[in-house]
């Protein structure tokens, strides 16, 4: 089978854009804080996916997954997130934070709309956990192309999401971090 040039490929490209820009977009805004998260993130995460498309059409390739162009996307997606984070003070980077957190409202939607009190309930959610939760449960990925756009081995994976999803049911009910491994101990 011949090989496509690269011009002739960009529609392809384009459409294949335009169908992730959201959830890009979701992707980053569920990992980071309101004040890191900003559009020119993910505008530099698809100007480096274009230069990484550019290559790889260059190269020749056989035998790539069709889901191949997803997994890079959001590996690169992922990429960037680290670094935005890093940038940033997080105390729970170098371990569980288990400190008893304020005392939180029982009614989600008093104050605000309920999207802002989830995504401001996800981030309480360790980063590294954070993550394979927002790939599995919220944007759709199968487990397979979670662990490869992370970088995870299998068990590493599927850890992290079971402990990011007792994480999140606990920020979502109000309880401190880490809530379960305390009550299962005691």
Request: glycine share 6%.
């Amino acid at each position: 089978m011949a090989k496509q040039p690269a011009q002739e490929r960009f529609p392809e490209l384009r459409e294949f854009i335009k169908g992730n820009d959201q959830r890009v977009s979701d992707f980053c805004a569920c990992l980071l804080p309101a004040d890191q998260f900003r559009q020119e993130l993910v505008l530099e995460i698809f100007r480096e996916f274009g230069e990484d498309y550019r290559a790889q059409a260059a190269a020749p390739q056989e035998g790539a997954a069709p889901d191949a162009l997803l997994v890079t996307l959001f590996q690169i997606a992922w990429k960037h997130v680290q670094q935005s984070q890093s940038h940033a003070y997080f105390p729970m980077v170098t371990g569980r934070d288990t400190r008893i957190l304020q005392e939180l409202d029982a009614n989600l939607l008093a104050a605000q709309p309920l999207y802002e009190k989830t995504r401001e309930r996800l981030l309480r959610v360790d980063p590294e956990l954070r993550a394979t939760v927002v790939l599995r449960d919220i944007l759709g990925f199968t487990d397979e192309q979670s662990a490869a756009v992370l970088g995870l081995r299998w068990g590493v994976y599927r850890h992290r999401l079971h402990r990011g999803r007792l994480d999140f049911k606990d920020a979502l009910k109000g309880l401190p971090r880490g809530a379960a491994e305390n009550t299962a101990s005691a």
